[in-house]
């Protein structure tokens, strides 16, 4: 026989018994399979019941993410080579209700990312709907929000996130950065409609800074950088309205 690893995986069947158990896999080692291509073994050739997301294998899709030895990861581009010939305990994101195994339910992150409307917002509604205009950006315009366009919504960060797990209510890193994202484009005139809801009690001010959001991405995109930015933003636009008078 060749060389083993061993994988500790959690079960979660909610139609049986509702119990979180571990479940032990030997399994060969391959020195290039990710820890995805494991858990495709696993459910190719020893256990077809193992339930898990996967979809596009190049770490795109974002929808892989899994705690990995206690850290969120993506699957996909998570190598067992790294862990070899240590054992290594495969779990669903943490912060999230458990559907199945290593399945989670991510609907409370998707009503908050649409509640930060995350598109291109004009205040004349014909110009959304006029194919044809072209709104140019410079490269240093489209600089100020690069970095927050490459999110794949993978959730990763708020598996990492201590506050989001403490208070399920806060929007979450990867909603703020993609809020950020589009209050920074140039062609945006959506600011005030998202300030609503960055801002709110549940927003900005609930981070506490930890930064383990950055940590984790496996982009850069470094939602702690874009959260804090957007509370100075908040702030300066408190101080003029105070001074103005507005609302």
């Not at 992150?109 to 291109?120: D, E, G, H, N, T």
């Not at 979450?172 to 005139?189: C, T, W």
């Not at 409609?193 to 506490?208: I, N, P, Q």
Request: aromatic share 10%.
């Amino acid at each position: 026989m060749g060389e083993e690893i061993t994988l500790n995986i959690t079960r979660y069947n909610p139609d049986k018994d509702g119990k979180y158990t571990t479940q032990r896999y030997s399994i060969p080692y391959k020195n290039d399979w990710s820890i995805l291509d494991a858990l495709n073994y696993v459910k190719a050739e020893l256990d077809g019941s193992l339930t898990y997301r996967w979809s596009c294998r190049m770490a795109v899709c974002g929808s892989c993410g899994m705690m990995v030895n206690g850290t969120p990861r993506l699957t996909c581009s998570t190598y067992l080579n790294e862990f070899y010939p240590k054992e290594i305990t495969i779990e669903p994101l943490a912060n999230f209700p458990v559907i199945r195994d290593l399945v989670v339910d991510i609907n409370d992150f998707m009503a908050k990312l649409k509640s930060a409307k995350p598109w291109i917002i004009r205040k004349n509604k014909r110009d959304e709907d006029d194919t044809s205009k072209e709104y140019l950006q410079t490269t240093g315009q489209m600089d100020k929000y690069y970095q927050q366009t490459l999110c794949i919504n993978c959730t990763l960060c708020y598996a990492a996130c201590p506050v989001y797990g403490l208070h399920p209510d806060f929007l979450g890193p990867a909603v703020i950065a993609l809020g950020h994202r589009y209050n920074k484009d140039s062609r945006d005139e959506g600011k005030a409609d998202r300030r609503e809801v960055l801002a709110s009690e549940h927003g900005v001010w609930k981070c506490t800074v930890v930064g383990d959001c950055t940590e984790v991405c496996p982009k850069h995109v470094d939602p702690s950088a874009a959260i804090q930015r957007t509370k100075v933003d908040s702030a300066i636009n408190w101080f003029f309205s105070f001074l103005t008078g507005r609302k």
